[in-house]
């Protein structure tokens, strides 16, 4: 079909098409009065042309933003005027005629093409002329190769794209739920997914070999800066008659071959390290951790509990080593930072070049354990080692805080790699803020050890065959073999308080297709925005995203979340009852 408003894009014009009639369309970039010559620059997705009129008077009126489609001839720029900086540096357009087909506003909310210079909130009000900025732009179009490429991977591999529903019924699967009243059934509501996943086991049950899809999912959680509030996408897929071993070979796929297909950076080589969750916590403070931080925390607890330092006594102790003394500045900014994590301070000691100490502690050391202290912490001559005390739950956040702002400011961090792991061997349970025993993680995740496990074993003390994939310290996807079960499921679920009534009345499909001859399976759902947060090298999540909400949760855009006419609320059975 013919286009009446261009015959090329903006960007593609060549002095192939030097002597060409071309009709080009696109927002006016720019706008010079040369006083006999009127030089502008017109911009479309593909880049900008320069146009150039005598006719001064038609266009001093045409404000920057406004839409046109412009007719001309192309010729060669003047000598010296050329831009080797510009895709169509060696080109112009000699205007014949042209047409306003949308006109902007005089005043612009911000500069386009330094929009990202402008408050994030007014970018977000006017995100539309955000995203005409090339370089906020070109993230969107950048999300769409990485998803063909994504679709394409899973394709070779031979998994069949499935849609699962949007609208569908409360679960209890560890975040809000976004809930949807009903018009045809009163009191009753529906909700929004936090994740396919009862679906795809579902599909599982139905004989599908290999699913996926990418997939939105809602979830009623504050935002931050690598979470989105209320929705996320993630490549979600699950495989029958399949191991934890399967999954893991698909996983380091997809990753390796997504990140190095679109960054120039090192990526991990396959296989990925993996990393039991217990042992990740203790050794880098955190069950997402950077990897590109060399430091890592050794607990000295049994150590301390033979030295006079009463503040360590009775306390889990970890400690982190550093090469070289640090200055006085430098401790004081560490112990600002410790105060402000909730530490009441950041104990350290300096070896001397005779393997003594300096430091604040030293002299609550006997004599006799100094050197042991050397072995246990494998110092050298020259290095620093600080100490973090508290409960041990506390004192292992509290570590891997210490550790990953020692590795910024010591600048330690290798921004130059992808350094991927998996953390694997998830406890199953844990103790609530009540006490009681929890899922720790996905309490659809089958146990090692299986029914054995639950009967015998010290509940807090069961793995289940749950991992996470993790990249420079974000958390990229969860995943596990599932419980298909019966009996391991009702079990399971009934260590964790549930009844069996209950179980039939949260998980009804999963309990009676499970009755039906349930296929062994596994999965792993990786997160798409934090996979592009990364590739793009971008500060937040809202960045690689068209339309997303801001900090506060509110579309600034849209005007939501906003008020509802009172005869919408009544089409569903909804009254808002004021207070007092």
Known sequence: MKNKYRTIYCGEVTIANIGEEIRVAGWLEQKRNLGSLVFMTLRDETGVIQLISEDIESFKDITRESTMTVTGIVRHRAEGMTNPNMKTGEVEVLVSSFEVLGEALNVLPFEINRST????????????????????????????????????????????????????ASSPEGARDFIVPSRKYKGKFYALPQAPQIFKQLLMCSGFNRYFQIAPCFRDEDPRSDRLYGEFYQLDLEMSFATDENVYEVGEKIFYDIFTHFSDKEVSPRPFKRIPYREAMLKYGSDKPDLRNPLYIIDLSEFFSRCTFKPF????????????????GFHEKMLDYAMKIGMKGLGYLEVQEDLSYKGPIDKFIPEELKKEL??????????????????????TELAGQIRTELGKRLDLIDEDVFKFCWIIDFPMFELDDHEKLAFSHNPFSMPQGGLDALEHQNPLDILAYQYDIVCNGIELSSGAVRNHDIEIMLKAFSMAGYTEEEVKTKFGALYTAFQFGAPPHAGIAPGIDRMLMLLTDSETIREVIAFPLNSKAEDLMMGAPGNVKREQLRDVHIEILKKG
């Not at 102790?317 to 640090?326: E, F, L, N, P």
């Not at 050397?374 to 004192?395: P, Q």
């Open 313 to 328: 006594i009775g306390r889990t102790v970890r400690a982190i080593k550093v090469s070289g003394h640090m200055s006085k």
């Open 374 to 395: 050397i072995s246990l912490a494998k110092l050298e001559k020259n290095d620093t080692i600080f100490f973090i005390a508290d409960s041990e739950k506390r004192a």
């Open 117 to 168: 210079d402008a408050f994030e909130d007014t970018r977000l009000k006017y995100r539309y002329l955000d995203l005409r900025n090339p370089k906020v732009h070109d993230r969107i179009l950048f999300r769409t190769e990485v998803l063909d490429y994504m679709r394409k991977i899973m394709k070779e591999m031979k998994f069949t794209e499935i849609q699962t529903p949007i609208i569908t």
